[in-house]
């Protein structure tokens, strides 16, 4: 019989954290994420079920779709996998090196990062929702749709930020050797747009579609919390420095695979103009 200590416990998991999995570890994470990618496409269909039968093709979800085009835009650009392919390598380093403090502070930096620039653009995303709406996506729609595509917009327009946190914390976990949680996320952002449709909408219209995003939003963020807060030594916190080890490792990773995003999103944005 061996004594084992919660400080032995800990940096056992953290010894862990950057390693190969085991035959058995890989089946059970590649059993367990594909058949999360099931059940998110069975819910991606049923999602566009209840949107055709609630809505079928009409003004308001064609003002849905349109408002939603920006957000999904700025997340991508953001916090989409440019980053997530940037920080895992980077972020496992230090792990596998046992710098669990180093492994934290780089995690605290991106995490800031990741939520000033994605509320500066969303931010600035509401103040040229209007003119963006009438010039670009909806030029020849009524101004009622006009206006109901930026009031739609400017409410999905907070998902950029918790997209952006929820999009770090699957790296960590991702790193750590967790799935179960990032691969429910997007399970559980169909279930908020699947419950906006169903319940929100009868008083709220479309508008509680678009409520039901960022609840969506949110699930995507929340189901991974709890595991979150199991990991060893965990020390996310506010830290604005861009020089902290690791930062610029990470930012140039990002480089070429933004670069890349970049073009598709503009061409996308040239293609509808």
Known sequence: MTNSTPSTEIHEENSK????????????????????????????????????????????????????????????????????????PVFSTFLNKD???????????????????????????????????ENLLLPDASHATQALTVELM???????????????????????????????????????IIFGAIFLTPSMDIRGLAWGVVIGAGLHLVVQIPVMLRLPNLHLRILPNLQAPGVVEVLKLMGPRLIGLMVVQVNFWVNIA
């Open 99 to 133: 710098d669990i403090q180093g492994a934290w502070r780089l995690a605290s930096a991106a995490l800031t990062f990741v939520t000033i620039a994605a509320s500066l653009s969303a931010i600035v995303g509401f103040i040229f929702a209007t003119p963006l709406v």
């Open 17 to 88: 954290a950057g390693q190969a999995l085991s035959g058995r570890e890989i089946a059970l994470a590649t059993l367990i994420v594909m058949a999360s990618f099931v059940l998110s496409g069975v819910l991606g269909l049923v999602r566009q079920i209840v949107l055709a039968s609630t809505f079928g093709a009409g003004r308001d979800l064609d003002a849905f779709y349109a408002a939603l085009r920006l957000p999904e835009t700025l997340f991508v650009l953001v916090a989409g996998g440019a980053l997530g392919s940037a920080f895992i």
């Open 154 to 192: 400017r409410i999905m327009l907070v998902t950029v930020v918790i997209f952006g946190a929820s999009g770090l914390l699957m790296a960590i976990l991702n790193s750590h050797q967790h799935f179960v949680g990032p691969a429910l996320a997007p399970s559980m952002y169909n279930i908020g």
